[in-house]
């Protein structure tokens, strides 16, 4: 039996595969995160930045505040008032969704039930974001995003 030697070119392969494999990770994790990225949240920051004091000002001013629940099966969405009454906004729209990807985002359909607004909602454990948009009965836009754990 001959002994077997370590050459130049086989520890050019061995550092060119650890390096090649290395680089392949990183391609498919960035190609991942681009993938999964769920786009601009506004078209122009400047004039969102130019305004945000002004929205932000007439939203605090309604006093709102949002909580949710999920319940075997079912989304409460409480929005009340300073006073903790139950509010009916004129319009009320959320995308309920994962913080990292948008495959799983749904728009659920609320009722109000006289204390909360109730959408009949499937979801897996684990943290969820509501991004709601509701507009008051004097017409200010209250946006909120609300962070949902479910067990």
Request: cysteine-free; charged content about 20%; overall charge negative.
């Amino acid at each position: 039996m001959t002994e077997r030697q370590i050459t130049g070119r086989h520890v050019f392969l061995g550092f060119a595969a650890a390096f090649g494999l290395i680089i392949a990770v990183n391609v498919f994790m960035a190609f991942n995160a681009i993938k999964t990225f769920p786009g601009l949240e506004v078209k122009n920051s400047y004039v969102a930045s130019q305004e945000f004091n002004v929205r932000k000002a007439a939203q605090e001013a309604l006093g709102w505040t949002v909580t949710a629940v999920h319940l075997k099966g079912t989304l409460y969405l409480n929005i009340n008032d300073e006073n903790g009454n139950p509010v009916v906004p004129k319009e009320l729209h959320a995308v309920v969704g994962r913080a990292t990807s948008i495959a799983e985002d749904v728009e659920p359909a609320f009722s109000f039930d006289g204390r909360a607004h109730v959408a009949q909602l499937e979801l897996a454990d684990g943290n969820w974001n509501i991004r709601m948009n509701a507009i008051a009965e004097d017409g200010t836009e209250f946006t909120q995003r609300v962070i949902l754990h479910v067990k």
